[in-house]
Every structure is written in C-alpha cells, then in structure tokens.
C-alpha cells in the first residue's frame, strides 16, 4: 500500500474526511437523488430548541417510547368484562 501525505492545510482543518473511494462515489450519486434544502428561519429556531432540550436532557428513548405506545396499546385493546 502506498503512503500518503495529507497537506498541512488540510490536516489543521476539522474538515478533512477519509472515506473508500466507492463509498464517496455512492455518495456522490446519493447526491443527485437526494436534494439538499436549506431550512427556513423557523425550522433552523426548532432544531436549535431541540438540540437544548437534548442537552438538557429533556427527551425520551426509543425503547421507553416504544414501551409506552405498546402498554397505551395494550390498554385499549382489552375487552370490558
């Protein structure tokens, strides 16, 4: 395998990402597919209250949220006697 010298430009940088070359040209034609949007001003205000509330830690886990929607499920099903 050859070795490889990454310039000092890029290697100071936190953008630098080393990836397979066939991973990068399936996401390359990811890309053609999926459009990027950019949000709007009331979508970026609600992400930005989401991400305080996760470090809050003001959130349920999946498992506790599936676990809650089956016992609401499973109370409802239940036949009157």
């Known amino acids: 395998m050859p070795t490889i010298t990454i310039p000092k430009k890029l290697a100071n940088k936190n953008d630098l990402v080393v990836i397979?070359?066939?991973?990068y040209e399936e996401l390359l034609s990811l890309k053609k597919i999926?459009?990027?949007?950019?949000?709007?001003?009331?979508?970026?205000?609600?992400?930005a209250r989401g991400r305080k509330e996760i470090r809050e830690g003001k959130y349920v886990t999946w498992q506790a949220l599936k676990h809650e929607l089956a016992s609401s499920r499973n109370k409802h099903s239940k036949k009157a006697v």
Do not use: N
């Open 34 to 47: 999926i459009p990027i949007i950019k949000p709007t001003q009331s979508e970026l205000r609600a992400i």
């Open 20 to 23: 397979p070359r066939q991973e």
